[in-house]
Structure formats: structure tokens, C-alpha cells
């Protein structure tokens, strides 16, 4: 644990450097690692099902070696079946938890559990953290059940947000944005 600790800990400066948002799941995912994996982050759009609005590389920024079909995946189940009960979780209470905790704590139907069977088991992910950040959602995953420590989890929250991925994957958003508007010289 004192390693993924003293990690995350010198993360913030390293993210502050980052010009694009893959670095800085990149950069995530190099402090965590091998405790955890980063899955990714995503900016919840104002409308939960509204699709179109779910664009890959604009507010949806996974991991690279995460399988290029999760993505469709998580999309096909999520319009089939709702919003999942991660995401529910993570939009209602605005902390953060163990997936294994949002099964345990939610009473899920079978149709509830499209998620995890029907998703994540299958990727191989058998737990994972979620951290919701303001109207961003960044996720680690493990192919164990975690039992993260109340430091632990501190940590990687913290090096979530520390001026951090979230903000600085905004910011990057904004820059690209600002920058292609701008006329030419």
C-alpha cells in the first residue's frame, strides 16, 4: 500500500503537465499501477440518455489497453437496460465506493446486474473504484475483489482530483476547443 500511497502523492504535479486527456489517464494509470488499472473517465452529459451525447475522446477518455468493443458495449447495454447501477450510485450519492459495495448495497434485479454480468465480468474486471468527481466519473478496476483501506481510498481519490485529472482533462477540452476557433495568422 505505501507504494500506491507515495504514488499518488507526486501525481498532481506530473498531471498538471499533461497537454491531452489520454495522458492524463496515461498518468493515473502509471501511479496506480500494479495495485489497480484505470478504466477511464467520463463528463456526464446533461441528459444521461441522450447517446449521441456520449463521444469517445471528447467526454468518454478510457485507458489504451482497454478493449476498443468496451466502450460500444457499455453503450449497447446501457440503452438496452438504463442507466447502470454504478452510475446511479456514483450520480446519487457523490462518493466514492467499490463496485463491490454498490452490489452489495443496492438490490439489484437481474436486468439491474447487466453491468457487471453482462459487461465488466466479461472484460475481466471483477471490482473497481469509482470517483466522482464533480460532473466527472473516473474508474479504476482490479481482476480481485479490492479492500481498499480508508488511506487507501483516500489516495486514490485524492489523486483523482488533485487540481487534477478531471480539471486539467476539462482544461484541455477548453484549450483544443479555444484554439481551433482562433483565425489563422
Given at each position: 500500500m505505501a507504494t500506491l500511497v507515495q504514488s499518488l502523492q507526486q501525481v498532481g504535479d506530473e498531471i498538471a503537465l499533461c497537454r491531452?486527456?489520454?495522458?492524463?489517464?496515461?498518468?493515473?494509470?502509471?501511479?496506480?499501477?500494479?495495485?489497480?488499472?484505470?478504466?477511464?473517465?467520463?463528463?456526464?452529459?446533461?441528459?444521461?440518455e441522450d447517446w449521441s451525447?456520449?463521444?469517445?475522446?471528447?467526454?468518454?477518455f478510457c485507458h489504451r489497453d482497454l478493449p476498443a468493443t468496451f466502450f460500444d458495449a457499455w453503450l449497447v447495454g446501457a440503452k438496452e437496460n438504463g442507466q447502470s447501477a454504478i452510475a446511479a450510485m456514483a450520480t446519487r450519492e457523490g462518493r466514492?465506493?467499490?463496485?463491490?459495495?454498490?452490489?452489495?448495497?443496492?438490490?439489484?434485479?437481474?436486468?439491474?446486474?447487466?453491468?457487471?454480468?453482462?459487461?465488466?465480468?466479461?472484460y475481466g474486471m471483477r471490482d473497481g473504484f469509482c470517483c466522482p468527481i464533480g460532473?466527472?466519473?473516473?474508474?479504476?478496476?482490479?481482476?480481485?475483489?479490492l479492500d481498499l483501506s480508508p488511506a487507501m481510498r483516500r489516495s486514490v481519490l485524492g489523486g483523482s482530483d488533485s487540481?487534477?485529472?478531471?480539471?486539467?482533462?476539462d482544461d484541455q477540452k477548453t484549450a483544443r476547443r479555444s484554439a481551433a476557433s482562433q483565425p489563422a495568422d
Open positions: 491531452y486527456p489520454g495522458a492524463v489517464i496515461e498518468t493515473l494509470h502509471a501511479a496506480v499501477r500494479p495495485t489497480l488499472n484505470v478504466l477511464g473517465a467520463w463528463r456526464v452529459p446533461r441528459r444521461y451525447a456520449w463521444r469517445l475522446n471528447y467526454n468518454v466514492s465506493f467499490t463496485w463491490s459495495e454498490c452490489m452489495r448495497e443496492v438490490n439489484l434485479s437481474a436486468k439491474g446486474r447487466w453491468v457487471f454480468d453482462d459487461l465488466l465480468f466479461k460532473p466527472w466519473i473516473l474508474h479504476y478496476w482490479s481482476n480481485k475483489v487540481r487534477g485529472s478531471a480539471d486539467e482533462i
